[in-house]
């Protein structure tokens, strides 16, 4: 098991990261809402990713270890929540949708981290009850056990760009497509091309924080073309990249 420092209580404050910075690994008693009012916030566990820009927050359950990077100038905000207190009834990360009521109220909790007057308890209410009604996002990068599945998602996360298919990818990692098919799914929970597609997206978040234009984006990520990448990107955020830019919200 890696080292991880014991923090009892999850702190409810904001700090600003530099790019490329990050938290090391930790785990705290309470609950935790992690969120990017600026830049984009990754959070890792043994189980994987996940990753999230202004648009998104990151639910880490009491007790789990895990690390947080910033892409991009980084202002993070974070709130903690009594272990009792678990509004989503979930044991394990999971990216939320944030719209501009649970954003704001995420931004007044930190602002006044030391305030327990009942005027503050009343505002935690209402952030619950937003948070009770967020759309889960599945922005998520599972890492995998079978040690064939490692080889080949190493190979792609090295290389979100690479574009074989699952076949050419199993001739180098000595496994026919359908054997990795079957692990995918039961290793990962997902498809191949699921997960190929959260590696790209996650990726193109972390280089969109950095400033990276979209066409630069769209080609280091494996899409065929910009326009393709702006489709995909928008159903999966609600928004076009170009507004990502800088890991500015999106309005």
């Known amino acids: 098991m890696r080292k991880f420092r014991h923090v009892p209580v999850a702190p409810t404050d904001t700090r600003w990261l530099a790019p490329g910075a990050g938290i090391d690994a930790h785990r705290h008693d309470d609950h935790q809402i992690v969120y990017a009012g600026r830049g984009v916030v990754a959070v890792t566990t043994d189980a994987g990713s996940w990753v999230a820009p202004a648009t998104r927050a990151i639910w ?68 619950l009850d937003q948070l009770r009604a967020s759309p889960q996002q599945p922005l998520h990068v599972p890492t995998p056990t079978a040690p064939q599945l490692k080889a080949l998602c190493g190979i792609l996360l090295a290389d979100p760009a690479d574009d074989r298919t699952l076949a050419a990818l199993g001739r180098q990692v000595g496994a026919s497509d359908r054997t990795l098919s079957r692990l995918f799914k039961a290793d990962l929970g997902m498809t191949f091309p699921q997960w190929r597609t959260q590696v790209r997206l996650s990726h193109a978040l972390v280089l969109l924080a950095e400033n990276t234009p979209v066409t630069v984006v769209a080609h280091r990520c494996g899409w065929s073309s910009a326009s393709a990448f702006i489709d995909v990107f928008r159903r999966a955020f609600g928004y076009t990249p170009g507004r990502a830019s800088g890991g500015r919200p999106a309005e």
């Open 60 to 127: 880490v359950p009491a007790g789990t270890v895990h690390s947080h990077q910033a892409h991009g100038d980084l202002e993070l905000h974070l709130v903690g929540l009594p272990a009792h207190t678990n509004p989503l009834g979930l044991d394990e990360p999971t990216v939320l949708s944030v719209g501009p009521l649970l954003r704001e109220l995420i931004l007044a909790c930190t602002r006044d981290a030391g305030d327990d007057s009942p005027e503050r308890g009343r505002l935690i209410a209402v952030l």
